[in-house]
């Protein structure tokens, strides 16, 4: 399976990828972005981490041109310290996080995070884990349930949606949970009135947010002086977080702004690969 890397030109562009560096894309995915930033590199290598061990093998596959400059790492942000401690490494020059959710966790049915297509109410980016989407859907207090839809959704019909979950349970499927909703919370526009829903159980079974604070806290001690940091963030939760975090380094003096103001795709970028409309871009140097 191949995948399309969002703002690929101006990731690479910003990173500023030198033949001889060592970068670490904290989300390989798929290996779009980690087999571009191999084919600039001659002495250096590429770090590709991922939580999702079944998207780091496909990675191998769609990279393997390039094997010789890829060390390929399963773990969360929160174990990246460790995996540079592994190869010996202390900084990088460069680190890249593409906080988009993989096409192949969103295509394949039995990974439960489409509502599309029918499959188990899992969500699991490591499978290796144990909480589920399904825990979550069918033994969360309806209040609590609400409350975390809200905040991870930002869906304003969060009361109406987790009285509904909660009415209907036990709730196994992921057809069965989005037509649940969409009962309780009729369409009213391109968007499925399940789409918020989904992203925040999503967002709870992975501990996204938590996950996202722990790279930002940690990043600025993973990458040298002179190095980059390059985000792609698309949601406004997590782009909020991440400017926020710019600021603060770069009001300490311990790093300068490369973006000034967010970038965003082209309007080309986005006729050939819609998924790409909802990115952010933000760059910052290290001192």
């Not at 188990?120 to 499978?127: G, T, V």
């Not at 949606?161 to 992921?174: D, E, M, N, W, Y």
Request: include cysteine; aromatic fraction near 4%; charge should be neutral.
């Amino acid at each position: 399976m191949q995948h399309v890397p969002v703002m690929l030109h101006e990731c690479l562009e910003y990173l500023g990828v030198r033949p001889d560096g060592i970068y670490l894309d904290v989300t390989a995915g798929l290996g779009g972005h980690s087999g571009a930033i191999a084919q600039r590199l001659d002495t250096g290598f590429v770090i590709a981490n991922d939580r999702d061990a079944e998207s780091l093998e496909l990675a191998k596959l769609n990279t393997s041109e390039w094997a010789d400059r890829i060390r390929f790492h399963h773990g969360a942000f929160s174990e990246l310290r460790s995996a540079l401690a592994g190869l010996g490494i202390e900084r990088v020059d460069g680190l890249l996080a593409d906080l988009g959710v993989s096409r192949y966790q969103l295509t394949e049915p039995e990974r439960g995070f489409s509502l599309m297509a029918d499959g188990p109410l899992d969500m699991r980016q490591d499978r290796s884990q144990d909480l589920t989407a399904d825990e979550i859907v069918n033994f969360t207090a309806e209040k609590e349930l609400a409350d975390l839809i809200y905040r991870l959704g930002e869906e304003r019909r969060s009361r109406r949606i987790s009285r509904a979950i909660v009415r209907a349970r036990p709730i196994h499927s992921t057809q069965r949970l989005s037509r649940v909703i969409e009962v309780a919370v009729p369409r009213t526009s391109k968007i499925h009135p399940a789409t918020q829903t989904f992203q925040a159980l999503r967002m709870a079974v992975n501990d996204e947010q938590g996950e996202l604070d722990r790279l930002l806290a940690d990043a600025p001690d993973l990458v040298k002086s002179g190095g980059r940091i390059v985000v792609l963030s698309f949601m406004s939760l997590e782009d909020r977080k991440v400017k926020q975090s710019f600021q603060a380094l770069a009001r300490a003096g311990r790093a300068e702004i490369l973006t000034k103001h967010v970038l965003r795709p082209s309007s080309e970028e986005i006729h050939n690969n819609p998924p790409s409309r909802s990115a952010k871009l933000r760059a910052l140097e290290m001192k």
